[in-house]
């Protein structure tokens, strides 16, 4: 079964990747033409927008020879326009006047000859390289000279190469949709039907007929359904005739004599997957311009900086939903899954609507609570679901899946959103969160059966367990100098900072989502591998999170040495590197450092407390940078985050060297 | 799910829409000191654009005293707001701090007063900020190393000339900043001191525009100080023949007498800031002696391009592309 799996991933992922080339092939073709008139377009116009400035100037009286400052001016503009390759002012006669730094220009002389040499009829032209638009300068009586604004004649190429990236976001996102979607479709079709109709074959083969199979909507091996249970409907009565007859049913046998039959369901844990992805999707939409969203209910009324109100719908955000998610867990085993995970959809549907009608940062933190705690509500019984229903031997997968799904339906929320937004406004993308998170509610009202939590027994959290956790020192250790400083930079620091600073330097929604998305992308490709890695490293497994820490802390550092987004998306990418190295055997390390503690309090409640402990690092991050930022900046708050990080880092590894320098290495069996 | 979602919408928007019935009519005088201006309308815009409100407008037409049948009118109408215009109007509706009469000036009123250059020399207050009174304020002067800074992109100078009246607090306390900023901008400063009084006489403004000339600076600076202000004419007719611009606090020399340029307050929005103050207290979100005394944050450059082709000092290209040019 794996292995068809895998080789429907290829054959899909092939297709997928040839029409993506395709489609992205034609467009490229129908650029040509329709691109051209428009760069045309935008040229003329940034050639008029100039032209302006210097006709004012001439018009109150500045002589043609005595314009002031003109170069600075003219690079200023070409900055703005990153197309603009040169400006050149002439006079009437073609003499260069003014122009911005003509040393980067390929056959600068060539240049100045065809514009000395230019007859002022045509007024695009191609020179050389470069494609030139003139615009006339019209002093108060007389043209008294020409403006020239040269663009790099291959744009189409230029442009290709910016959209690139747009094509491959979108096609990497694609491809993470339909791996899910593929996932449930087998399921549903093949893997759920056959797990059925084996438990229906296996009882049958012990004599027992008084099952029937579930009627089958998606019509892959479930088609089969109507014919088996066709035949075992008749085998059935034909032994209700024979027990009327009043003859001796055979020994071993047992046959449905009442005429009611129980239906044999397969558990796949793929249906609730598949919501979950959705819905995570559906919240992760607002990632990469939620902040700026935010920014828009500001007053300075409040007596808070800025920066501060921004941070505070993520902080409550997230406090709510970790101040839900011990009593979600509880809750979740009373009703079943299907229920909690229906109510918390439900509500996180209620929020987004309502947080896309924000009138003030009042009801938008009442808005964001509530999609908080149905968030939390789903999160946890997501959670729940896949414990219970994987296979122990499977344990570890099941958990990797949850987090796979959480990280691919996060990272692909985040570019897709950022792309939507662009378009269609905060609103209406809210609004389409919504719709997804509804969805995810109805699917799983349809496709999940109505368990009752088969759940380990769980106990309710106690604050013993807590002070014992927290007095064992490894636990403390990794809990305070590495869980925490990491959850403070990936909500202060992604989630908040990133899309505010990149907003700062002019870029779009739709870029931010792609930069975010890199964070998630170097999670799931990079932390699988890191954690086989540290599961071989043993006892040296501090050492993954030490390095984890350092390299989160120079991440953090890039966007000082390195400007504008080149450090930025450096920065993304470099933390979602180290918190895949450092941030998945924080778990197992307590796990190996805390062992007696943990069986006293109990796994499950000791992973429990550690999460919800880690969150205030989520909790405090965003308001934390907030604070920073309207203090003192971007790249000050950055550089105090990476210094606090390069601290805790150094802290945690020198109490591990000291403690097990005291003690010896803790030996694993 | 329509119907639920569609629900929902309409039950937020009668919260929000039940919250705006509630507000009441509110009366706001506004004693100006010399007709209505810019900043009255700015300040009238803003605040009819958010709440309900009925304006007593009174114009002591320049003669100061008037200013208390105002007040008295004021009480007899239980007005909620008191708005003044320019020093003169204000001191008189609340007195200056320490001598501050309850039977003539006004402490039971929230006062708002606009166009005042300097609240703290004029003794409304002890500092910029919150005055513990009930008086709050926007004083239209910019800050100056906002005019520097102006200055320096129009035309990098390394020496500046200053003349001021030495017995007028506006002058003085322009001086003082002057000399606290050298440094950061890497000036020369030189100073030309009027001693006489209030009213120096024609002999002695150009005795001291000499003495400035003689120094070469490549601008002189203009405090926001009315004995000056009123001989703009004769300093700018002094400075003019060695070509040295005028750089000016305020906006008249500029627009009036030919001084080439200044970084000013725009009056609109000085009286739409000042409307932001009168909105927070008549909102009770805020007590009218917790809300600071603030100087505008945008600026509006203006250059006289008359004066700038007459000395062929003209402003580079980034500038032109911003400022209001003058042609007179």
Redesign the interface.
């Known amino acids: 079964m794996k292995d068809l799996q895998r080789r429907l991933v290829v054959l899909v992922s092939g297709l997928l990747l040839l029409a993506a080339v395709f489609v992205s092939y034609r467009a490229g073709e129908h650029f040509e033409s329709s691109l051209t008139q428009r760069r045309l377009g935008v040229e003329t116009e940034i050639g008029r927008s100039v032209a302006v400035?210097?006709e004012?100037?001439l018009a109150?009286?500045?002589p043609f020879d005595?314009?002031?400052?003109?170069e600075?001016?003219l690079e200023?503009v070409k900055f703005d326009n990153p197309g603009v390759d040169y400006i050149i002012i002439t006079t009437l006669d073609g003499r260069l006047r003014y122009s911005t730094d003509l040393s980067q220009i390929s056959n600068a002389a060539g240049l100045r000859g065809a514009l000395a040499a230019w007859n002022g009829r045509e007024r695009t032209a191609h020179i050389g390289k470069y494609f030139n638009t003139a615009t006339a300068l019209n002093g108060k009586e007389r043209q008294l000279g020409w403006l020239h604004l040269g663009e790099r004649a291959n744009i189409i190429e230029q442009l290709l190469r910016d959209i690139v990236f747009d094509i491959l976001t979108v096609v990497v996102v694609a491809m993470l949709v339909t791996f899910e979607l593929m996932r449930l479709l087998f399921a549903a079709t093949f893997k759920t039907p056959m797990l059925a109709i084996n438990e229906f074959f296996t009882r049958i083969a012990n004599g027992d007929f008084r099952r029937t199979l579930a009627r089958d909507l998606f019509g892959g091996i479930g088609r089969l359904n109507r014919s088996i249970n066709a035949t075992v409907a008749e085998l059935n009565t034909r032994a209700r005739g024979r027990f009327a007859d009043g003859a001796q049913m055979p020994p071993g046998f047992s046959f449905d004599l009442a005429g009611e039959r129980g239906t044999v369901r397969a558990i796949a844990v793929e249906n609730i997957r598949w919501s979950f992805f959705l819905l995570i999707f559906a919240e992760s939409l607002s990632l990469s311009f939620f902040p700026i969203f935010v920014a828009q209910f500001y007053d300075p009324?409040f007596g808070l900086p800025l920066h501060v109100v921004i941070g505070i719908p993520i902080t409550v955000f997230m406090l709510a939903w970790a101040l839900t998610m011990p009593f979600a867990g509880t809750w979740c085993d009373r009703v079943g899954y299907r229920l909690a995970f229906s109510v918390g959809a439900a509500m996180t549907t209620?929020g987004l609507?309502?947080t896309a009608?924000s009138?003030s940062l009042a009801?938008l933190l009442l808005w964001r609570s509530i999609t908080a705690v149905g968030y939390g509500i789903v999160y946890v019984t997501t959670q729940a679901y896949i414990t219970v229903f994987v296979s122990t031997e499977e344990g570890t997968q099941g958990q990797a899946m949850f987090l796979a799904s959480f990280f691919t339906g996060s990272l692909s929320g985040a570019a897709i959103g950022g792309i939507l937004v662009d378009r269609l406004g905060f609103s209406t993308t809210f609004l389409l969160s919504a719709g997804l998170s509804?969805t995810a509610a109805l699917y799983v009202l349809r496709a999940l059966g109505n368990e009752i939590g088969r759940t380990v027994a769980r106990k309710s959290l106690l604050l013993a367990d807590f002070k014992a956790l927290l007095r064992h020192r490894h636990f403390a250790i990794v809990t305070f100098l590495s869980a925490i400083p990491a959850k403070v930079a990936l909500a202060g620091f992604l989630y908040y900072s990133v899309p505010l600073y990149l907003k700062g330097l002019g870029y779009s929604q739709s870029i931010t989502g792609r930069v975010m998305m890199a964070y998630g992308l170097a999670i799931i490709l990079i932390g699988p591998m890191v954690a086989r890695l540290a599961d071989r490293a043993r006892t040296r497994r501090w050492r993954f999170i030490m390095l984890g820490g350092y390299a989160a802390a120079l991440a953090m550092m890039v966007p000082l040495l390195v400007e504008n987004m080149k450090g930025a998306v450096i920065a993304v990418i470099g933390l979602g590197v180290a918190h895949a190295i450092g941030v998945s055997p924080q778990m197992t390390l307590i796990n190996d450092r805390c062992g007696e503690t943990i069986r006293e309090v109990g796994q499950a409640t000791a992973v429990g407390i550690f999460r919800l402990v880690e969150r205030i690092g989520t909790i405090t991050g965003p308001i934390l940078l907030g604070a920073m930022i309207a203090l003192s900046g971007f790249m000050n708050a950055f550089a105090v985050l990476a210094l606090i990080t390069f601290a805790t880092t150094t802290l945690f590894a020198l109490l591990l060297w000291w403690s097990d320098r005291a003690t010896g290495p803790v030996d694993i069996a | 799910m329509r119907r639920l979602l569609s629900g929902i919408i309409l039950c937020t928007l009668l919260l929000c829409g039940g919250t705006l019935a509630q507000e009441k009519r509110y009366k706001v005088m506004m004693i100006l000191f010399r007709g209505t201006t810019p900043a009255e309308t700015g300040f009238m815009d803003h605040l009819s654009s958010r709440l309900p409100v009925e304006f007593l407008v009174r114009d002591v037409a320049g003669e100061r005293r008037k200013a208390q049948e105002f007040v008295e009118e004021a009480r007899r109408e239980r007005v909620d707001l008191i708005y003044t215009f320019g020093t003169s109007v204000t001191l008189e509706v609340v007195g200056a701090t320490g001598k501050i009469d309850p039977a003539v000036h006004v402490t039971d009123i929230p006062v708002v007063f606009n166009i005042v250059a300097d609240p703290v020399g004029a003794g409304l207050a002890p500092a910029f900020g919150a005055t513990g009174r009930n008086l709050t304020g926007v004083s239209h002067l910019v800050p100056m190393a906002d005019q520097l800074r102006a200055m320096q992109r129009f035309r990098q100078v390394a020496k500046l000339g200053v003349i001021y009246n030495a017995s007028e607090p506006n002058s003085r306390l322009a001086v003082a900043q002057l000399r606290g900023l050298v440094g950061q901008f890497k000036l020369q400063l030189v100073e030309e001191a009027i001693i006489s009084g209030p009213k120096p006489e024609a002999a002695e403004i150009a005795q001291a525009m000499r003495a400035l000339i003689a120094a070469r600076p490549g601008f002189i600076y203009l405090p926001s100080d009315s004995s000056l202000i009123e001989r703009a004419d004769a300093i700018v007719d002094l400075a003019r023949p060695a070509g040295i611009p005028i750089i000016s606090a305020t906006e008249g020399p500029i627009r009036e007498d030919g001084a080439l340029m200044g970084l000013v307050s725009n009056y609109a929005n000085a009286g739409a800031f000042a409307g932001y103050k009168a909105e927070q207290i008549l909102r009770g979100k805020e007590t009218v002696s917790n809300i600071p005394i603030e100087t505008l944050r945008r600026f509006t450059l203006v250059v006289n391009m008359t004066t700038a082709v007459q000395l062929g000092v003209y402003p580079p290209l980034e500038l032109i592309k911003i400022a209001e040019l003058l042609q007179l």
Not at chain 1, 66 to 70: G, M, R, Y
Request: charged letters at 15%.
């Open positions: 400035v210097v004012k100037a109150f009286g500045v005595q314009l002031a400052d003109t600075r001016f200023a009324a209620i609507v309502l009608y009138t009801d509804a």
